[in-house]
């Protein structure tokens, strides 16, 4: 199993719950999208990696907190970074519901990191709500480099050669609609899915359209994971088709707070067999999708 976009430090028991990963066969990606989320990932990563099991990171500046970038920050960013040469950059992206995103900071701190993911030759985490035009925009003005379209397959999609390796945009918790999907293959661009991928019916009938190798699945578990997870589903059974996903926090300001009513309550065992559940959900939704 492999999650391609968890949030570690946000999780309680993030040592024991590492630990687990690694003796077992949960792969994952420790995204930190907050300067203090970095320095708990690097320390974990300092823990707990190994040659045979190497742990991947990727250190961000989310859009939740665009307005709160400085100089400083991107230094520390570039920092963590140039330290752990196998992470990825992100999340980073645009998000309607944050500051910034209306005066074009957001924009800004976007374009920074996709600059440094092309400089550094990484993949890039791409966070996006309500926006995903203005990404792809984004993305060609930082440079980011396209494959020229050799020929179309059955589907009408353009068929790609190069583009298996860094830097590629990945798609987190994707919910664009098809025309996003194809316009961004020819970027390289990966697609990782979440539960929440399937619930907007035109991103569900854009998954399709994505070649199979493209496609990784996600839990995006953060501090709101366990609450949303005991009873499973208890959200996403409601049918509506949701526009929004992803929240961390109304504030915008990650105090490094994970939740300690859960925390106390749940152990590290359970919490691993929840994020496995919810990896299988999505893996089942999406087999579901392209039948
Ligand atoms: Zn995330």
């Known amino acids: 199993m492999f999650d391609f976009h968890i949030h570690l430090a ?15 066969n949960y792969g994952f990606i420790a995204v930190a999208c907050e300067p203090w989320e970095w320095k708990i ?17 990727s250190y961000g500046i989310h859009p939740m907190i665009a307005t709160q970038a400085d100089d400083e ?3 520390k960013l570039r920092s963590a970074l140039e330290e752990d040469e196998i992470a990825m950059v992100g999340e980073a992206g645009i998000d309607k ?12 701190i976007f374009i920074t990191q996709a600059k440094l993911a092309l400089e550094l030759q990484r993949d890039l985490q791409i966070h996006c709500v309500g926006d995903y035009q203005r990404v792809l925009k984004l993305l060609a003005e930082a440079g980011f480099p396209q494959e020229t379209s050799q020929g179309q397959d059955a589907k009408g999609l353009q068929t790609l050669t190069r583009l298996q390796e860094s ?3 990945i798609f987190h918790r994707f919910g664009g609609d098809s025309s996003v999907v194809k316009k961004a293959l020819p ?16 991103t569900a009938k854009a998954i399709p359209l994505i070649p199979q190798e493209r496609v ?6 953060d501090e709101t994971f366990l609450q949303n997870n005991h009873p499973r589903h208890q959200s996403s059974l409601d049918g509506n088709d949701r526009e929004y996903g992803e929240c961390k926090g109304d504030s915008g300001t990650g105090s490094g707070m994970t939740s300690e009513s859960a925390a106390g309550t749940t152990t590290p065992e359970e919490i691993l067999t929840e994020l496995e559940n919810t990896l299988e959900s999505v893996r089942a939704a999406y087999a579901e999708c392209r039948e």
Not at 97 to 108: K, L, S
Not at 216 to 221: G, I, M, N, S
């Open 10 to 24: 946000r999780l309680p028991h993030q040592k024991q719950l590492t630990q687990l990963f690694c003796n077992g």
């Open 41 to 57: 990932v690097a320390d974990l990563k300092k823990e707990f990696s190994t040659e045979q099991k190497p742990f991947k990171a």
């Open 73 to 75: 920050m991107f230094a």
């Open 97 to 108: 519901r944050y500051p910034g995103y209306d005066d074009g900071t957001q924009d800004q």
């Open 167 to 169: 830097p590629r945009p």
């Open 187 to 202: 970027y390289g661009a990966l697609f990782s899915l979440h539960e929440d991928s399937f619930q907007k019916k035109s």
């Open 216 to 221: 990784f699945f996600e839990t995006d578990a």
